[in-house]
């Protein structure tokens, strides 16, 4: 069973800046597409970015300039930079993993709070 670990999440004033990482039990190679999700309360969940094993990057456009998704394939571990927050970035942020076969994977999340 795959785990992903999301950490990063915080208090953050408007303006400011933040780094999610999300680490993978195995290699990110075993991925085909990862990517961040975020869910605020009362919202259905949202994509955010994604990242391929061939490392084409999506980015929804509310977050394109502002955030950046990268991958780290030694250590296992994809981020999520995200900087010029607002408090229309708060929400939960999680990861999610899919496999060559279909199968995907969520992590747990990571509380991200933008507010002065």
């Known amino acids: 069973q795959v785990q992903l670990v999301e950490s990063g999440g915080g208090l953050v004033q408007p303006g400011g800046s933040l780094r999610l990482s999300c680490a993978a039990s195995?290699?990110?190679?075993?991925?085909?597409?990862m990517g961040w999700y975020r869910q605020a309360p009362g919202k259905q969940r949202e994509l955010v970015a994604t990242?391929?094993?061939?490392?084409?990057?999506y980015y929804v456009d509310s977050v394109k300039g502002r955030f950046t998704i990268s991958g780290d394939n030694v250590k296992g571990t994809v981020y999520l930079q995200m900087n010029n927050l607002n408090p229309e970035d708060t929400a939960r942020y999680y990861c999610?993993?899919?496999?060559?076969?279909?199968?995907?994977?969520w992590g747990q999340g990571t509380q991200v709070t933008v507010s002065s």
């Open positions: 990242i391929t094993s061939s490392k084409i990057t």
């Open positions: 195995e290699s990110i190679f075993a991925f085909v597409f």
């Open positions: 999610k993993a899919i496999r060559p076969s279909g199968s995907a994977y």
